[in-house]
């Protein structure tokens, strides 16, 4: 058993921690950037959002390795740091977490989809197995694949995390339909994604980004009603974007999205943190709820 299946052994509603992508454009990182070589040129900025989650209450920190697979790193012109950029992203996060607070390694999509034959499952596998490989041996405690829409790409990815040996977190991202039914942009709904996941070797299922904290509460009924023991990790927007003077605001308060602890626990959740939009001001307001 790892740390995290550990941590959730002992029965307690868990703290994660929130939005990475607004916190290093706070600290300068510009339009058009790579966020994930921050952790080569800016170490010690990364290191500090980390501590910012940990200082507000989160049990577990997250890495900034989300977009570090080969593929989204082309872009750059840094597909052959792979490995180095990710492993730094642990150390960074494990540097503010010391021995006590768990750290998940992040992985998420590829923008390469297999439908239309523009990627081969092999060429997934080995994507997301170096960076798997990078975050294990940075430091990380489990691996967390997130932000998943193709079911397909997110068992490969939970398979090629697997080998490390760490727990597997893995979440999809769903929408809500006007049926008030959710499903994924590749048409999956939470309750397809279980078995699937659990039988590519993920511990921890759940779901992230999306449409705002009260939708993740149905989210949650429809994975426990489909298994009845997996542990659920949620990590949900401050609501939908607004784009409005050249700015993106999100509408969800620390005080709102803390409002929906009690039901989200009580549908089955055990582990709450938050997605865009989210600052430590969020997870503090979640942790003041959990611990009462």
């Given at each position: 058993m790892g740390?995290?299946l550990?941590?959730?052994s002992?029965g307690?509603?868990?703290?994660s921690?929130g939005?990475w992508?607004t ?9 058009g950037?790579c966020p994930?070589l921050?952790n ?12 910012s989650y940990i200082e507000?209450g989160?049990?577990?920190?997250e ?5 570090a697979?080969?593929f ?16 730094a ?6 540097s503010?977490?010391?021995?006590d607070?768990l750290?998940l390694g992040s992985i ?8 239309t034959?523009?990627?081969t499952?092999e ?5 997301f197995l170096i960076q ?6 940075g430091?990380?405690d ?6 998943m829409t ?5 068992t490969i ?5 697997k ?10 991202t769903f929408d ?6 959710y ?9 397809e994604?279980?078995?699937?996941l ?5 511990y921890?299922?759940g779901s992230n980004c ?6 993740m509460?149905?989210i949650v009924?429809?994975i426990r009603?489909?298994n009845p023991t ?5 990590h949900?927007?401050a609501?939908l974007?607004?784009?409005e003077?050249?700015?993106t605001?999100?509408?969800?308060t ?7 602890v009690?039901d989200?626990l009580?549908?089955?959740a055990?582990?709450i ?5 989210t600052?430590p001001e ?6 003041n709820?959990?611990v009462q």
């Open positions: 740390r995290i550990d941590k959730i002992e307690k509603a868990l703290v921690d939005a992508g916190f290093l454009q706070s600290k300068g990182l510009q339009p950037e994930e921050w080569l040129d800016h170490f010690n900025e990364v290191t500090d959002i980390a501590k507000a989160s049990d577990m920190v890495t900034n390795s989300f977009g697979n080969r989204k790193l082309e872009y750059f012109g840094l597909e052959d740091r792979v490995y180095e950029i990710n492993k992203a642990a150390e960074a996060s494990r503010a977490a010391g021995k607070i750290v998420g999509p590829t923008g390469k989809f297999l439908i034959g523009e990627v499952e060429e997934l596998y080995d994507a798997a490989k990078g975050l294990c041996y430091g990380a489990a691996i967390i694949v997130e932000t193709d079911l397909d790409e997110a990815a939970v398979r090629a995390a080998t490390t040996g760490l727990d597997v977190v893995c979440t999809m809500a339909l006007p049926d008030g039914t499903r994924s942009m590749m048409g999956v709904a939470p309750s994604m279980v078995e699937p659990l039988e590519a070797g993920a921890v299922l999306g449409n705002g904290s009260t939708g509460i149905e009924r429809e009603e489909t997996v542990p659920i990790l949620i949900a927007n609501g974007p607004i784009y003077n050249g700015k605001t999100f509408p969800e620390p005080e709102f999205m803390s409002a929906q009690e989200l009580e549908a089955g055990i582990i943190g938050g997605c865009c939009g600052s969020h997870i503090r307001a979640i942790k709820k959990i």
